[in-house]
């Protein structure tokens, strides 16, 4: 799994749109599009439930860190990737170890991973977690960077803040009827 942050900050504002079908009544769910500062066309869309919509409406009323979560796929194909907001995470952090977890133990002799960078960085001071709130999907049918999968995620979540992007059935459809 690829995580790609982007560093600068991005308001972002998020308006019920009409869920054209997508939504049964009754389900709790609300079509949702975001926008990127200010931009009259939207980021990306999401179909989420309400609980959501509310803790992401506190969530983006300054602005926001955003991410892309995508596993990169096999083959030059489609790449699905969620959108998230980044959050710095309080207190200890404690995830479930996989039963394919192998040890590790040359991992402390290690030292900083950072080093490279010249910054000195202490081992003692914990720089603090990050966790990525993924809410929105977004698809790239075909892709740009072929050779290099961080580029085209950054590109990919750069042209979703531009507003150069469709829905995934619109862009779909629009793909069949080229290949015809």
Do not use: C
Request: glycine share 8%; hydrophobic share 40%; proline share 6%.
């Amino acid at each position: 799994m690829h995580v790609f942050l982007r560093e600068e900050p991005v308001r972002l504002e998020m308006r019920r749109v009409e869920a054209q079908g997508l939504v049964e009544s009754g389900s709790g769910l609300v079509a949702m599009a975001f926008y990127a500062d200010g931009n009259d066309r939207p980021s990306f869309r999401a179909v989420l439930p309400e609980e959501t919509v509310e803790v992401l409406s506190k969530a983006i009323e300054r602005p926001v860190h955003l991410g892309l979560l995508a596993e990169e796929p096999e083959d030059d194909g489609e790449i699905r990737a969620m959108v998230g907001i980044s959050v710095v995470v309080e207190g200890e952090v404690e995830f479930e170890e996989e039963e394919e977890m192998v040890d590790e133990p040359w991992r402390e002799s290690v030292g900083d991973p950072d080093a490279w960078k010249g910054e000195e960085v202490s081992m003692e001071e914990d720089p603090g977690r990050t966790a990525l709130l993924a809410f929105a999907p977004l698809v790239r049918l075909e892709r740009r960077h072929p050779g290099d999968f961080g580029e085209e995620l950054a590109d990919l979540l750069e042209s979703a803040l531009a507003g150069s992007t469709r829905p995934s059935l619109e862009a779909r459809v629009e793909q069949l009827l080229e290949e015809l």
